[in-house]
């Protein structure tokens, strides 16, 4: 073996810009073999793209938060000075958001490993709400039926007591728990109680799940959260209703209006059995038409909205879609965007971290 031995001096990307290392060199002229051996001992061995940990951090954060990695590249650039690739940003961002989706992973399915072991005491007053919803990430992965889309489920909780009202009425939610998983609702569960768990769960006296009404979703909680008040989505419900009402009237708004509103205040009225009587048991519908008496009757104890109204709780599921829209929509589904599905759960996992206001967890994670 014929070794030869030359100084190389490389560069080294920091938060303060670039720094200039010498090192060692050995390069083997027989085998083509060649490594740094003093690599470990001044630091830069695990460093990926020659990217200290602290920029390597920065650099996913840029890269989630911005509308594509090119914008990022430019803005990092523009902001702190620094020039880094699109292509180098999309490689650090995932690798970042692949070990923040582990971390999470792990986390989750060991909450609801000791699921048993969590204390029921509903000592805080108040009220702990939990929402949960699916949006579509388009893939490069084609499934049996040959779809690339795969659904990505959001869960988010929050508490009464970190809401403030508005003069309008509405409400800013100031402090709020999110998760995003691609992947089956079996698995998503775990998610979920990790999720409820941050956010109070079995503490807070009130625990209300919000939902569209979709069997997994009902199911996932009849399991993991027995104690809570399922309440289907209002919105959802009507739109329903509406959709149904033309489909039975075709489409003659003079007919259909007055018998949804009608139906909609029988609800509120508490009568169920009723409407349930009146409704036909099979029909001939078109796709995105449910069958009203099948969806009204497996969701019969889920629509008591002036029990709800009672006790002051929320009845729509505005605060997913909107987290929808911020997690998933703004940032993998701009136009021609196609994603592998584990980059895409990297990113996932990333800006459900930041809208959850737990970047420092990301930070000790890579820079402790």
Request: proline residues 2%.
């Amino acid at each position: 073996m014929r070794v030869q031995k030359r100084e190389q001096e490389i560069k080294i990307k920091t938060m303060g810009g670039e720094v200039k290392i010498k090192r060692t060199y050995l390069y083997c002229v027989e085998c083509g073999y060649g490594e740094c051996p003093y690599d470990e001992e001044i630091g830069i061995d695990r460093l990926p793209h020659k990217i200290t940990k602290e920029l390597m951090v920065e650099t996913a954060y840029y890269g989630q938060n911005q509308g594509s990695f090119k914008e990022a590249s430019e803005l990092m650039k523009r902001a702190i000075g620094i020039e880094i690739n699109a292509a180098t940003i999309r490689e650090v961002t995932e690798m970042v958001g692949q070990k923040v989706y582990e971390t999470d992973r792990e986390r989750a399915k060991e909450t609801l490993k000791n699921i048993q072991k969590i204390e029921i005491t509903g000592e805080k007053a108040g009220t702990l709400y939990i929402e949960m919803d699916g949006a579509a990430v388009n893939t490069r992965v084609e499934d049996e039926n040959g779809s690339t889309w795969r659904e990505n489920k959001t869960v988010m909780a929050f508490t009464d007591k970190n809401m403030i009202k508005r003069a309008d009425g509405s409400h800013i939610i100031t402090k709020k728990e999110y998760a995003a998983y691609i992947g089956s609702a079996e698995e998503f569960k775990a998610f979920v109680l990790d999720v409820a768990v941050r956010a109070g769960y079995g503490k807070i006296r009130n625990v209300v799940v919000i939902a569209d009404g979709a069997t997994w979703i009902r199911n996932m909680c009849e399991e993991i959260f027995p104690d809570a008040v399922q309440i289907l989505d209002l919105y959802h419900l009507k739109e329903n209703i509406y959709s149904y009402a033309k489909h039975k009237f075709g489409g003659d708004a003079g007919q259909y209006t007055p018998w949804a509103e009608n139906l909609i205040k029988d609800i509120d009225d508490g009568k169920i059995d009723q409407i349930l009587s009146n409704l036909p048991d099979e029909e001939n519908l078109p796709a995105g038409t449910i069958n009203l008496k099948t969806y009204i009757a497996n969701n019969r104890d889920k629509i008591n909205y002036s029990l709800y109204a009672d006790n002051g709780w929320f009845v729509g599921s505005g605060a997913i879609e909107s987290a929808n829209k911020i997690i998933v929509q703004r940032r993998l589904k701009q136009a021609g965007m196609r994603w592998s599905v584990q980059g895409a759960q990297a990113v996932l996992s990333l800006r459900a971290i930041v809208q959850s206001n737990r970047w420092s967890s990301v930070r000790a994670l890579f820079c402790a």
